[in-house]
Structures are given as structure tokens and as C-alpha cells.
């Protein structure tokens, strides 16, 4: 583990590679898993307020859970994640025409409908962040859905955190990802000195 600012990263998070394959995995990441995606307080109510922007692109089941329970619940952790429909989707989710999952706020964000991505949680996947007291561990989360990323990003020569430049970026800053960056390097060096 490496330690920048009160972020304490594991180690795997610039040892492997990883770049999603939408092609092969569909996106089932947005669909798998026994709860939906956790999420920041402050998401909650960007959720809520966006919703008009991404109403058009959910299911009916999705627009049903949204009028009751709402967005969001609170799983068997406590913790705040987005509703799901028949203990799967994501309420977000959407489908393009060749069956691909995706994200309704992503695309909303995309046709510059909203100026908000999606929830930090998502962007950031496969890493996955638990805060403690004192720090924040930023962890490598491995679930067999994501094997075809994993052998796509060691074909390309992509590590994790590379290919999550943008959203470490948006969570942590500029000058993080950059200290990350070349401890990283450094770390490369150890590994292939003698």
C-alpha cells in the first residue's frame, strides 16, 4: 500500500491493468451485484434534482421505483446506494440497440443536458474507496464481470489507475493523480531493478 494525502491506495491499483470491454461485458456491472451503486450524501439530491433530465431514457419499472421508494436507499450496510429494479438494474440503466447497458445520467451528460457525470462511485469502478477515520482506502474491486476488461488492459498495457485518470482526478484532484503518477513510476523502477 501507498499512502498520498489521507488516501491510503492498495497496491494492485498500479500493478494491473484494466480497461473496460463494453463489446463483451455489456455492461453488466450496472446490472449485477446485490445492491445498487453507493453513494456520496451530496448525490442523493444531484440524483433527485437531475431526474428530469434522464426520465425519458429509464424503463417503466425503473420510473415506477423512482415514485416509491425514490433514487435511493439505504442497503443492509447503511450505506446510501441508487434503487434497482427486480434486484438488479441499476435505475439509470439504459439500453442502446445493440443490447449494451449504459448509464441515463452519463448520456444526459454527454448531450450536455446535465453538468453532473454520475455518481463518483461509478465513475471511479473497479476501484472502490472506504472511508475510515483517518484515511481513505482506495481499493481494487475484482469481480469475475470484469474479466474481459482485465484482459483487454493487460493487451493494451493499461494499469487501473491510468485507465481511471479522469474520475481519481475528479475524487482527489489534479495534484494527487499526479503524486499517484509517479510514485507509480517509481515503483515500476524498484520492481525491475535487481
Known amino acids: 500500500m501507498i499512502q498520498i494525502g489521507d488516501a491510503i491506495v492498495a497496491l494492485d491499483v498500479i500493478e494491473e491493468s484494466f480497461l473496460c470491454d463494453l ?3 455489456k455492461g453488466e456491472c450496472c446490472v449485477e451485484g446485490d445492491s445498487g451503486a453507493p ?3 451530496d448525490e442523493v439530491e444531484i440524483l433527485k434534482n437531475i431526474l428530469p433530465y434522464v426520465l425519458d431514457d429509464l424503463s417503466p419499472q425503473a420510473k415506477k421505483i423512482i415514485e416509491e421508494p ?3 436507499y439505504e442497503d443492509i450496510d447503511g450505506e446510501m446506494v441508487t434503487s ?3 434486484g438488479k438494474d441499476c435505475v439509470f ?3 442502446d440497440e445493440k443490447g449494451i447497458c449504459k448509464c441515463a445520467i452519463e448520456k444526459a451528460f454527454k448531450e450536455k ?3 453532473f457525470y454520475k455518481p463518483i462511485s461509478c465513475h471511479l469502478y473497479p476501484i472502490r474507496l472506504q472511508r475510515y477515520r483517518q484515511f481513505t482506502a482506495v481499493n481494487y474491486h475484482r469481480w469475475r464481470v470484469c474479466k474481459a476488461a482485465v484482459e483487454l488492459g493487460n493487451k493494451k498495457g493499461l494499469r487501473i489507475y491510468q485507465f481511471l485518470k479522469e474520475p481519481l482526478t475528479r475524487r ?3 495534484e494527487w493523480y499526479d503524486e499517484l503518477c509517479l510514485v507509480a513510476e517509481e515503483y515500476e ?3 525491475r531493478t535487481p
Open 70 to 72: 425514490g433514487v435511493a
Open 84 to 86: 434497482i429494479v427486480d
Open 189 to 191: 523502477k524498484t520492481k
Open 39 to 41: 453513494l456520496e450524501n
Open 172 to 174: 482527489f484532484g489534479k
Open 113 to 115: 443536458k446535465i453538468d
Open 93 to 95: 440503466t439504459c439500453y
Open 23 to 25: 463489446t463483451v461485458c
